[in-house]
């Protein structure tokens, strides 16, 4: 148990457009969510943390209205990077928490954003 | 603010040795402490979690430990193999926010045969 899943796995767009990442806890209700960054050759930077049915809360730096973040329901967060630019480029990796209890996250495979 | 911090950076090392991979953090007030696995352009994949209750987790070949007090935690590789070749991570939580993890900048481990 505990499976998370990102779709897609990979995506290349152009420079302006938006794309959309999907994050999804297949065998557990997730009422928290995180997404992080990683560029190449560092660690992982968390982004925002993302609750269902609320606003998510985004860490120091990060242009809510750059990185859009909806947790409709218990199951699905998603990520849209508004405008890419070839500097949004990196690995986009999200997380959950089981609402039924325990303090462990669990991770999803990550999304490679390349922006040309 | 939590601070993690990964020595050594990187470890090359032949084939059946044993190693130990260090992790400190600055906030001790932690619930658990994680340790992940990360392959080049893949996800993470969760080895141990260490509850602060606990003092150490093993799983097969891995062993972690955790002293809150003085602020470490340490992951021991016993007999490595080729296929650990990869990045350790070390997570710790943030102080206050609900599960917000803070990463180590890894530990890239080369074991060849």
């Known amino acids: 148990g505990a499976v998370v899943s990102q779709h897609p796995s990979r995506v290349i767009c152009k420079s302006g457009t938006s794309v959309k990442i999907e994050c999804r806890s297949l065998d557990f209700q997730a009422t928290t969510m995180f997404w992080y960054r990683q560029f190449p050759k560092q660690s992982l930077m968390l982004m925002a943390t993302?609750?269902?049915?609320?606003?998510?809360?985004?860490e120091q730096g990060v242009e809510k209205d750059k990185f859009l973040i909806n947790h409709a329901s218990l199951t699905l967060s998603t990520l849209t990077v508004t405008s890419a630019h070839p500097e949004d480029s990196s690995f986009y990796i999200c997380s959950a928490v089981r609402t039924s209890g325990g303090n462990e996250q669990f991770f999803g495979p990550g999304t490679r954003l390349t922006v040309l | 603010k939590q601070e993690v911090t990964q020595i050594p950076a990187a470890l090359s090392v032949p084939e059946g040795e044993n190693l130990v991979l260090n992790c400190s953090f600055t906030?001790?007030?932690?619930?658990?402490l994680q340790w992940f696995r990360q392959d080049p352009g893949k996800g993470l994949t969760s080895l141990l979690l260490i509850q602060s209750s606990q003092r150490e987790q093993t799983s097969g070949r891995l062993n972690a430990s955790l002293d809150k007090s003085s602020g470490r935690s340490t992951l021991y590789i016993a007999a490595s193999q080729p296929g650990d070749s990869a990045t350790y991570l070390c997570a710790a939580p943030s102080g206050g926010g609900y599960n917000k993890l803070i990463f180590g900048a890894g530990t890239r481990l080369a074991v060849h045969p």
């Open positions: 993302s609750n269902e049915g609320s606003k998510a809360t985004y």
């Open positions: 906030d001790s007030a932690i619930y658990n």
